[in-house]
């Protein structure tokens, strides 16, 4: 069957199925049962499922993956993750592959996180890339909500483009919109518009022609000195553009290139320094990453 025939029967239509279009919610509630980070609730509706949750640090660190089953997401479809995070857990969710977005037939796709986090909790949300296919309408919005110590590392990749098929991103539209607030207050607000005409895809001061763009935030205090001069100087692949920037509140880096693999190679290099930091364990690959 084809992900886009429409459901024949009532219950597919109440799992999310609308006009044609998918509007997927997966809502997540870990809890600590004896030092061991609990999936509490999970609760889905339409195609977003997370598989079994894994535990390759033993206890103390659960790992998920977030399986958006058709695959693709197509113009008019609204995916939604919802992740609560007790006192005292860590979390770390990735996705199997990457996430491809289809072309918009004049209509936007959308992805929503929001994420909150209590008192010493540790969320890390690390998926693969998000390729724009020619013609895609996306909006991308995340918000984070911590307490006075709870911690935030996730990055993003946009490819714009099939990069494999050496299709151009001539068509469409981008957004992309991050909050992340500590006990209300907020820390970073960061809004993007990309559109293939806009000056800023061809700026030196934007994506300097360059199809692959991302981004890594942490929150989780000020980046001790010795750990911030590591991670800066963390190279790239010849002809790629990376920065990495330090505020009180915020660790941030960026990459500009040609390829999805360097950025994540790239990213996976920085939290490999930044972990034992901020988490007080060394980096653990997920298994997944591998196939």
Partial sequence: MDDRTIPSNIAAVAQGWSDKHWRASLVLEFGARQSRTTLLRRQHQGPLVVQKMLYPEGDAVCHG????????????????????????????LTTPGAGKWYKANQLQASQALNFTLEQGACLEWLPQENILFDGSQVRFAAEVNLAADAVFCGWEILCLGRQARGESWTAGSAQQALEIRR???????????????????????????????????????????????????????AGA????????????????????????????????????WYAGRAASRPRIWNT
Wanted: one cysteine or more; glycine letters at 10%.
């Fill in 65 to 92: 993956i977030i399986v958006h089953p058709p695959g693709g997401v197509a113009g008019g479809d609204q995916l939604s993750i919802t992740a609560s995070l007790a006192t005292g857990t860590h979390v770390l």
């Fill in 241 to 276: 553009h990376v920065g990495v920037s330090a505020l009180p509140d915020i660790f941030t880096a960026r990459y500009i290139g040609r390829s999805s693999e360097a950025a994540k190679h790239y990213f996976e290099r920085l939290w490999q320094l930044l972990r034992p």
């Fill in 183 to 237: 006990e209300g207050r907020l820390l970073w607000n960061e809004r993007i518009h990309l559109q293939p005409e806009s000056r800023v895809m061809q700026s030196m001061a934007g994506l300097r022609g360059l199809p692959i763009s991302g981004s890594l935030v942490l929150a989780a205090g000020a980046v001790p000195a010795e750990v911030l001069q590591a991670c800066r100087a963390v190279e790239a692949e």
